[in-house]
């Protein structure tokens, strides 16, 4: 899987669950019997027991806690990981499904009808089926011929995760053995759900009050956040979640949405820097100053240092360039630290941090900033990269961005012979 290609910590602890149910199952399966229905047979209980604890492992996935997705190289690449697991979890549930019908085949077709559709009363079967349609549901709105995926309305259906996982549970607790570990992986998953729905919404978010909106262009504002009681601690270049509370807004009122920050971690203000890219966004460009906001993070592991003798060069654009403001900021406060920034915008006029990051640059001569307009000079160019960072090759790459930036960007250092494990790029296009 292309999500497992750099390996972290937390990958390893999710092969393990994963395949721990099928290794204690082993011994009571056994090996294939002979021939076509044999191999069926045994297909079909493999991939059932693996479907099964895929789901329990992507469903324990959404915990959500604050510094645990450090150890899955940041939240965006676990709820990757999630995604991922969560499609194969569904393809070996009806890999489950049609290999044990099939294997009844050469018996006859009513054995094989009668083992997919069971009399009423064997109630293991048809639990199995409800947990089957009720993943079709949760799943169906992902797919691109349902349209735009609605944020909100989506993770409002996770909760039909939760009774999919229950039934799916009781149909294999009533057919198969490790009952012991089935309800650990079981316990596991609706906890973390449960935590996620019920628990975390009052317990884990801290309340700020907004103290200032900047606007920084247009369908662009900064947000300046003082805490009610305790503060949020984070590193530069993290996010966190922001659920607004004031009554006026048009929309986004208690809706939970990702911003990265763009204050330097010892600020006494918490800034947040947000585009107009939706419903949510668009509304909070006219939230009331003095209103309450809840807080929950800090998330991502973006400058986490990979090769820590390389020097970094950031390439930024788009309300991407958040990350880089927040690190920039911290290297005016403490005099530490070293990049070259290259800032991409479609023009002076939506480069709505670059004066700040030029004196900041001024006044420390390990911090550069070029600034690169596509209106004027097109698509970012080898030849661009190289004038004004002539070692790019040797640095450590991080990229933030509107997506499209982020392939080009991907493309263009590829086809220099950038090692991959030396470029990092964060996108919130799966939320």
Same mark, same amino acid.
């Given at each position: 899987m292309a999500i497992l290609r750099r390996p972290h910590p937390g990958d390893l602890l999710v092969v393990l669950l994963v395949l721990l149910p099928l290794l204690v199952a082993l011994p009571r399966l056994g090996w294939p019997g002979p021939g076509a %229905?044999?191999?069926?047979?045994? =297909?079909?209980? &493999?991939?059932? $027991? =693996?479907?099964?604890? %895929? %789901?329990? &492992?992507?469903a324990a996935l959404c915990v959500r806690l604050p510094r645990w997705d450090r150890y899955f190289g940041g939240l965006p690449r676990l709820w990757r990981l999630h995604r991922g697991l969560g499609f194969w979890a569904f393809i070996l549930v009806m890999v489950h499904v049609l290999s044990l019908a099939l294997a009844a085949v050469p018996l006859s077709l009513e054995a094989a009808a009668l083992t997919l559709f069971p009399p009423w009363h064997q109630v293991a079967i048809w639990l199995g089926w409800l947990a089957w349609g009720l993943m079709v549901i949760f799943l169906a709105p992902t797919f691109d011929f349902f349209g735009k995926l609605h944020y909100q309305g989506w993770k409002r259906l996770h909760l039909l995760s939760a009774v999919a996982l229950i039934a799916a549970l009781a149909h294999t607790l009533w057919l198969a053995g490790e009952g012991a570990l089935w309800w650990l992986l079981g316990l596991l998953a609706l906890g973390a759900i449960f935590w996620r729905k019920a628990i975390a919404p009052r317990v884990a978010r801290l309340p700020y009050r907004i103290e200032n909106v900047e606007p920084l262009a247009r369908g662009v504002v900064e947000l300046a956040l003082r805490?009610?009681?305790?503060?949020? /601690?984070? /590193?530069?270049?993290?996010?966190?979640?922001?659920?607004?509370?004031? *009554?006026?807004?048009?929309?986004?009122?208690? *809706?939970? @949405?990702?911003?990265?920050i763009s204050s330097a971690p010892d600020d006494s203000h918490l800034r947040i820097g947000i585009k107009d890219l939706g419903d949510a966004s668009r509304a909070l460009q006219t939230v009331t100053p003095g209103s309450r906001v809840l807080l929950e993070g800090p998330y991502g592991d973006f400058f986490a240092r990979r090769h820590p003798r390389c020097r970094p060069l950031w390439l930024g654009g788009g309300i991407g360039i958040t990350p880089f403001v927040g690190m920039a900021r911290e290297i005016a406060a403490t005099g530490v630290g070293e990049a070259q920034l290259i800032y991409l !915008?479609?023009?002076? *006029?939506?480069? +709505?941090?670059?004066?700040? =990051?030029? /004196? $900041? !640059?001024?006044?420390?001569?390990?911090?550069? &900033?070029?600034?690169?307009? +596509? #209106?004027?000079?097109?698509?970012?160019?080898?030849?661009?990269? #190289? @004038?004004?960072?002539?070692?790019?090759m040797d640095r450590e790459i991080y990229l933030c961005g509107p997506p499209a930036m982020i392939r080009h960007l991907r493309r263009l250092l590829a086809d220099q012979g950038v090692p991959t494990q030396r470029i990092h790029s964060e996108v919130f296009d799966f939320l």
């Open positions: %229905m044999g191999w069926l047979s045994w =297909l079909g209980r &493999v991939s059932g $027991i =693996l479907g099964l604890a %895929m %789901m329990l &492992v992507t805490p009610e009681h305790h503060r949020l /601690r984070h /590193r530069a270049g993290q996010f966190l979640y922001l659920t607004p509370l004031d *009554e006026t807004l048009s929309a986004g009122r208690g *809706e939970e @949405h990702p911003y990265t !915008a479609n023009g002076p *006029e939506r480069a +709505y941090y670059l004066d700040e =990051l030029r /004196r $900041i !640059a001024e006044a420390h001569p390990g911090f550069g &900033v070029t600034a690169h307009f +596509y #209106r004027k000079e097109g698509p970012l160019t080898e030849t661009f990269l #190289r @004038h004004h960072c002539p070692d790019y």
